[in-house]
């Protein structure tokens, strides 16, 4: 290993280590929880280009879905960020995931004309509000009901009100009090202002309030600028089970 690789290897230990320890020392003073959504509560069935390729054939299309997921990352990462603006965004940001849809058929199908672009957007977009096309991670129910009766439990997520149908389909929308949205707050992560909008509706302190998350810009940075004590969710080293443990531990000192 190379002496680079240690000191990121170092400075991530670290990160991690302080941001539980922010975790234990605080929780006395916690009252409310926010869950990121996708990779932290819930997950595709299958990799998005399987999902895409399915859409595909609903339409007549025959995609390649290893294809269809290579062009979905790139897409993805050539979407801009945006700035927060006041209030709701229009068609609770439809014209946002268009835009994302049309940069992969660029790539996968340039060829395609606007009716079959749109009649794939169309069908792609109810389709990810479907039931089958998403799956809780195992401990998630348990772990949520054991904390529902300690804090106020919320979801803070890059998404749109589709979520709501989504968690409804999972069965975990009776844990949560709150649903925060980007399309609907007008603010995304990465920036902080979405978490500060949502505790502004919530009423609450940052002090008060511990977000876990999966990704360290959107989730663990985001959330730290604003102010809130961060679960730093790796489901290659850990789970929510480790922050039941971490809280419950806590509890008891």
Not at 20 to 33: D, G, H, R, V, W
Not at 104 to 109: F, G, K, R
Not at 177 to 190: C, I, R, T, Y
Not at 209 to 228: F, K, M, N, Q, Y
Request: one cysteine or more.
């Amino acid at each position: 290993m190379c002496r680079q690789e240690v000191a990121i290897r170092a400075k991530t230990t670290f990160r991690r280590a302080n941001a539980l320890m922010a975790i234990t020392n605080e929780t006395t003073s916690i009252k409310a929880i926010l869950f990121d959504a996708v990779g932290t509560l819930f997950r595709l069935t299958k990799t998005v280009g399987d999902h895409y390729a399915y859409v595909g054939r609903e339409i007549g299309l025959d995609l390649d879905a290893k294809i269809l997921e290579r062009a979905f990352h790139t897409a993805w990462k050539q979407m801009p960020q945006r700035s927060a603006v006041d209030g709701p965004r229009e068609e609770d940001d439809k014209g946002w995931w268009r835009e994302l849809v049309n940069l992969v058929l660029d790539q996968v199908a340039p060829s395609l004309g606007a009716f079959d672009r749109d009649n794939f957007f169309e069908v792609a977009y109810e389709h990810f509000a479907e039931a089958n096309v998403w799956e809780l991670y195992p401990e998630v129910p348990g772990v949520l009901e054991k904390l529902q009766p300690r804090f106020q439990l919320a979801v803070v997520s890059n998404f749109d009100g589709r979520l709501r149908f989504i968690l409804e389909h999972l069965g975990i929308s009776k844990y949560v009090a709150h649903v925060f949205v980007s399309s609907e707050l007008g603010a995304d992560k990465p920036d902080p202002e979405i978490y500060r909008r949502a505790l502004t509706l919530m009423k609450l302190h940052p002090k008060q309030v511990l977000h876990v998350g999966d990704d360290a810009e959107r989730d663990w940075e985001a959330a730290t600028a604003a102010g809130l004590s961060v679960f730093l969710l790796d489901r290659k080293r850990n789970s929510l089970r480790d922050l039941l443990t971490i809280l419950s531990t806590n509890r008891h000192k």
